[in-house]
Every structure is written in structure tokens, then in C-alpha cells.
């Protein structure tokens, strides 16, 4: 069974940093595609940073140069690096992971929250001003 685990989410103050870990275990799969999303209450839940098993990053323009997303395959483990975090409504941060689609598929701006099989349970971020 694969079976997705966010941690590392809180409140922060505008201009802070965090960074979320999702353990991914239970794969199999020898390529993959694994994505950051982000959910508000009351709207759609979208995505906004990708890596595949070939280590090709993506990052939407709207937190290019201040998140960065990574994998360690060793620990089994995704992380979003957060920085100049700017205020906003509480929200839910996703981890997603799945065998597929295709490497030159696994995008931001190509993926939706139908691409994915495995999710993790979110975790709630808060930027306070």
C-alpha cells in the first residue's frame, strides 16, 4: 500500500520560511512523478510544484525563486522548501505521488489532482502578516 505523510506545516509570519517533508512508502514504482499542491477552503485544489524520478523540477511562476521542491530517494521522503512566505488565508498544503504520467508530462501546469492516485492527508499552512 502506498501511503503518503505531510509534516512540517504551522503558522509563520510574512517573510519566514518552513518546510514541509511528505514520506512517500510503499511504491514500487521505478519511475514517478511526485507533486506539491495547494488547497484553500472553498477552492479547487491545485498544483504548484512537481519532480520526477529523474530529479526535473517544476515550480509555478507565481513562488518561482522562493519554493524549491526536492526528494531524497534514500529517505524515501518529498520536501517543499518555503521561503519569503507572503500572507494569506490558511490552506491546506497536499503531497501527491504516482507512477505515472510520463516525465515530460510531470508538470505544475500539466498535472491536476485527477493525475494523481496517492495523496497525502494535508497539512494547514497560515502566513500571518
Known amino acids: 500500500e502506498v501511503t503518503l505523510v505531510e509534516s512540517g506545516g504551522g503558522s509563520v509570519h510574512a517573510g519566514g520560511s518552513l518546510t514541509l517533508s511528505c514520506v512517500v512508502s510503499g511504491y514500487r514504482w521505478q519511475s514517478w512523478c511526485m507533486a506539491w499542491f495547494r488547497q484553500v477552503p472553498g477552492k479547487r485544489r491545485e498544483a504548484f510544484a512537481t519532480i520526477n524520478d529523474d530529479e526535473m523540477t517544476t515550480i509555478a511562476d507565481s513562488v518561482k525563486g522562493r519554493f524549491a521542491v526536492s526528494q531524497d530517494n534514500a529517505k524515501k521522503t518529498l520536501y517543499l522548501q518555503m521561503n519569503d512566505l507572503t500572507p494569506e488565508a490558511p490552506a491546506n498544503y497536499y503531497c501527491?505521488?504516482?507512477?505515472?504520467?510520463?516525465?515530460?508530462?510531470?508538470?505544475?501546469?500539466?498535472?491536476?489532482?485527477?493525475?494523481?492516485?496517492?495523496w497525502g492527508r494535508g497539512i494547514q499552512v497560515t502566513v500571518s502578516s
Open positions: 501527491a505521488a504516482d507512477g505515472w504520467p510520463p516525465r515530460d508530462e510531470c508538470g505544475w501546469n500539466t498535472t491536476t489532482y485527477m493525475t494523481f492516485g496517492y
